[in-house]
């Protein structure tokens, strides 16, 4: 289910919350190119992050890869390279950006990696017949720490900024003439995996999480087609592949805290990172999860200059069967909810509630709500014996206010027509 609303005077009725629901994937303004990617990168493409003026590099790769989604399936497959040698592990690891890394540093660090691209002749499929350069870029994703790298490219690289929403942005990107690894040791649960062909790619991602592997790092092991049965392997593109993991994962760990005990009052968990603010309230109540996301003006995703966008999708017991309308941010904030219950081996419902500020100007990739929601878990909750105390705390502490948060949440407004019988003694 999904739903939606613009919220502030009707200045401009034009606008509506379909950039919010498209978040420059699906051409819904009918426009060839996401104007609002186009904005965020004319304002960062000239950056001086990469300073070569060359068509060779030799640099330590954190170890990360990117695969294409233009002429679908004959995709761009290839390695993200900095011109830098040592410990660069930190340029791809998302999992350690919370608190860390602000907007102006995710954007020098990810624009020092360049990207490598090889096109697919063939199609998606794994085959006999792949490239040196893209069989390498395979292998490469199974790298125990940053790889030796040397990418000889077809022209010279020039200063530039790639932005998406699901991924991580990046620096230049050229066609690959060459690419060469050093000596590398492979990470042996992501090798395990790579050559196990007869493991489905369910259980085979489920395996690395259980194993402590990190999410970024399971992901770029299914986007080279390192998960699943021989004959179905195939190379997935980076958005998909990113969305793909965090919901396997995601509907495993919902499907085992639905044999829980609930939770047995109402708790508030909150973080602010990159001018967003993040509400998590989990509800004495079997699993229920929403994730309604609020934008303001000329932020991300928002072009309007005098109205807030708001948007939201849920699910109940039964989960969902269509594709969430807020795309990836769903969820990888369901995610770090259900990760969240699973080890405290409790049931709950859940709704996350993000505003995003003015300061929020750059689409920085999914990643952002996952590390968000689970930092935000990793707080002292506060906790509340009802509902009505619940909205008091909202009222209090997020600047919209709680009716325009209640005419889009069906979550936050189910409560005062069903109560939990505890709640009238």
Same mark, same amino acid.
């Given at each position: 289910m999904s739903f939606s609303r613009e919220i502030a005077p009707k200045i401009d009725p034009k606008i509506r919350p379909l950039c919010l629901k498209c978040r420059g994937t699906k051409n819904l303004c009918?426009?060839?190119?996401?104007?609002?990617?186009a904005k965020y990168f004319s304002k960062v493409g000239k950056r001086r992050e990469f300073n070569l003026d060359t068509d060779f590099l030799d640099g330590n790769s954190p170890p990360s890869v990117f695969i294409g989604r233009y002429k679908y399936p004959k995709v761009s497959v290839g390695p993200l390279v900095p011109p830098e040698?040592? &410990?660069?592990?930190?340029?791809?690891?998302?999992?350690?950006?919370f608190g860390q890394a602000e907007m102006d540093d995710i954007i020098e660090s990810r624009g020092k990696l360049a990207r490598g691209k090889k096109r697919l002749k063939k199609g998606i499929e794994i085959t006999d017949g792949l490239s040196r350069e893209v069989e390498r870029t395979r292998y490469i994703a199974l790298s125990k720490r940053p790889a030796e790298s040397e990418v000889k490219f077809n022209k010279k690289l020039s200063e530039s900024f790639r932005l998406d929403n699901r991924s991580q942005p990046h620096g230049p990107s050229a066609e690959m003439k060459r690419f060469e690894v050093g000596t590398m040791k492979s990470d042996s649960n992501l090798e395990k995996i790579f050559y196990d062909e007869d493991l489905k790619s369910e259980p085979a991602v489920i395996n690395l999480y259980e194993k402590g592997v990190r999410i970024?790092?399971?992901?770029?092991?299914?986007?080279?087609g390192g998960t699943g049965l021989d004959q179905n392997r195939r190379f997935v593109p980076t958005r998909w592949s990113i969305t793909a993991v965090d &919901?396997?994962?995601?509907?495993?760990?919902?499907e085992r805290i639905k044999t829980y005990r609930p939770i047995d009052e109402y708790r508030i968990h909150t973080a602010d990172y990159l001018d967003n603010r993040w509400v998590v309230i989990l509800t004495p109540t079997l699993?229920?999860?929403?994730?309604v996301e609020a934008f303001y003006p000329e932020t991300t995703w928002n072009p309007s200059r005098n109205r807030i966008a708001?948007?939201?999708?849920?699910?109940?017991?039964q989960g969902r069967s269509e594709y969430a309308s807020l795309g990836g941010c769903?969820?990888?904030?369901?995610?770090?909810?259900a990760e969240k219950l699973e080890g405290e081996k409790r049931q709950a419902g859940a709704i996350v509630l993000r505003e995003?500020?003015?300061?929020?100007?750059?689409?920085?990739?999914?990643?952002?709500?996952?590390?968000?929601?689970?930092n935000a878990l990793k707080t002292k909750s506060r906790k509340f014996d009802s509902r009505n105390k619940i909205y008091s705390y909202l009222k209090h502490n997020l600047d919209l206010s709680l009716e325009e948060w209640k005419s889009v949440s069906k979550l936050l407004s189910y409560g005062r027509a069903q109560q939990r019988i505890e709640e009238f003694f």
């Open positions: 009918g426009k060839s190119r996401c104007p609002i990617i040698k040592g &410990d660069t592990s930190i340029l791809s690891t998302p999992e350690k950006w970024s790092r399971i992901q770029d092991l299914f986007m080279v &919901d396997i994962i995601g509907k495993n760990l919902r699993w229920q999860y929403e994730l708001i948007f939201g999708d849920r699910e109940d017991i769903y969820y990888a904030a369901r995610l770090a909810v995003a500020h003015s300061g929020y100007i750059l689409p920085v990739g999914v990643w952002n709500v996952r590390e968000s929601v689970r």
